[in-house]
């Protein structure tokens, strides 16, 4: 079973700037009117929008309310201990990227993350921190993918040490896998 200490709120430097964000479990956040507009901002931004919810969403803005309904599958995930989502909190408590794994599957759920183009430098320690804390709670690998073409999210994956794997199911995608191990 999978066990994530939480309330969770690790410090990580910035790899570009040295500024202190935190990994905060997503059971921590709340849906106040700031967190939704920061949330709804980032997907907003034309890379996260293209990428991830442009197609969802039919080409309509990602809105605070959808926000909302994030943050309360976010609480479920955790509640019943079958996903786990984590915000990126700049010093200020600001929402300016999230990552997550996507199930309970010790053998290789899926992790995923966006960010805001406002706070590069923050996705690859904070994608490695959350691995590092699914390796103590139990998951044994992870696997992630990326569309074709994303050579950003690429990149963060290879400095976590994801591995690139054949794909055959989907040609739109590559695929990656982190064999956690022993992490602690």
């Not at 905060?24 to 949330?39: A, C, K, N, R, Y």
């Not at 995930?77 to 929402?95: I, K, L, P, Y």
């Not at 950003?152 to 989907?170: C, E, I, M, N, T």
Request: with cysteine; charged share 25%.
């Amino acid at each position: 079973m999978i066990n994530f200490p939480h309330p969770l709120r690790l410090p990580f430097q910035n790899a570009l700037t040295g500024a202190t964000y935190f990994l905060v479990s997503g059971d921590q956040i709340e849906p106040t009117p700031d967190q939704l507009l920061e949330i709804a901002s980032c997907a907003n931004e034309p890379l996260v929008y293209d990428l991830l919810f442009r197609q969802r969403f039919e080409g309509e803005p990602y809105r605070e309310n959808d926000a909302a309904d994030w943050i309360t599958w976010t609480h479920a995930g955790w509640d019943h201990n079958t996903h786990f989502s984590f915000m990126v909190q700049d010093e200020a408590g600001r929402v300016v990227a999230a990552c997550d794994i996507k199930s309970n599957d010790v053998e290789g759920a899926e992790a995923g993350y966006w960010a805001s183009a406002h706070h590069r430098g923050v996705m690859t320690n904070a994608v490695k921190l959350m691995c590092q804390q699914a390796a103590k709670a139990g998951f044994r690998s992870l696997t992630a993918r990326t569309k074709r073409g994303n050579d950003k999210s690429k990149a963060v994956l290879h400095r976590v040490g994801f591995q690139d794997v054949p794909s055959l199911d989907d040609e739109r995608y590559e695929h990656y896998l982190l064999q956690l191990g022993d992490r602690s």
